[in-house]
């Protein structure tokens, strides 16, 4: 008996060796998460352009901005003129028309672009139309363009 038992003994070890582990499973999860939040930037560049409002000028480019919005559903770029569309010496006006990125603005210096997607390191063209005026009255003109950048 006692070799009997032996023998069930080894045949077991043998098989307990050959057979893989039975173990339970066990799964356990991490969680990943992220968040981006929205940035909107213009990097506006003033090319210092003196303006000729005798001869007038023609979508002369005044500045370039580089736009970056990470706005998956876009953004909106609107240029607007301290002195609603007008060049001012004074008491005296020269009115101009603005462009952005080939979109005209409105008689108050005005003009808005939309962005339908994110866009990262696009450059527009910012520029501005003066009809010529041969009865201009001398003095220093000027007026300030705003760049504003709006996420959707």
């Given at each position: 008996?006692?070799?009997?038992?032996?023998?069930?003994?080894?045949?077991?070890?043998?098989?307990?060796?050959?057979?893989?582990?039975?173990?339970?499973?066990?799964?356990?999860?991490?969680?990943?998460?992220?968040?981006?939040?929205?940035?909107?930037?213009?990097?506006?560049?003033?090319?210092?352009?003196?303006?000729?409002?005798?001869?007038?000028?023609?979508?002369?480019?005044?500045?370039?901005?580089?736009?970056?919005?990470?706005?998956?559903?876009?953004?909106?770029?609107s240029v607007s003129?301290?002195?609603?569309?007008?060049?001012?010496?004074?008491?005296?006006?020269?009115?101009?028309?603005?462009?952005?990125?080939?979109?005209?603005?409105?008689?108050?210096?005005?003009?808005?672009?939309?962005?339908?997607?994110?866009?990262?390191?696009?450059?527009?063209?910012?520029?501005?139309?003066?009809?010529?005026?041969?009865?201009?009255?001398?003095?220093?003109?000027?007026?300030?363009?705003?760049?504003?950048?709006?996420?959707?």
């Amino acid at each position: 008996m006692t070799r009997l038992l032996s023998a069930l003994l080894v045949g077991w070890l043998a098989l307990t060796a050959i057979a893989p582990a039975r173990a339970a499973s066990l799964n356990r999860t991490i969680a990943l998460k992220a968040s981006v939040a929205t940035a909107c930037t213009v990097a506006v560049t003033d090319l210092g352009v003196a303006l000729d409002v005798v001869a007038g000028e023609t979508a002369r480019q005044v500045g370039s901005v580089v736009e970056n919005c990470n706005d998956g559903k876009g953004y909106s770029i609107s240029v607007s003129s301290a002195n609603s569309g007008k060049l001012k010496s004074g008491k005296d006006t020269v009115s101009f028309t603005t462009l952005y990125d080939g979109t005209t603005g409105n008689a108050s210096g005005a003009v808005a672009v939309t962005r339908a997607k994110a866009t990262f390191a696009k450059t527009a063209a910012l520029a501005v139309t003066i009809p010529a005026n041969a009865k201009t009255i001398a003095g220093s003109y000027s007026d300030t363009l705003t760049v504003t950048i709006k996420a959707k």
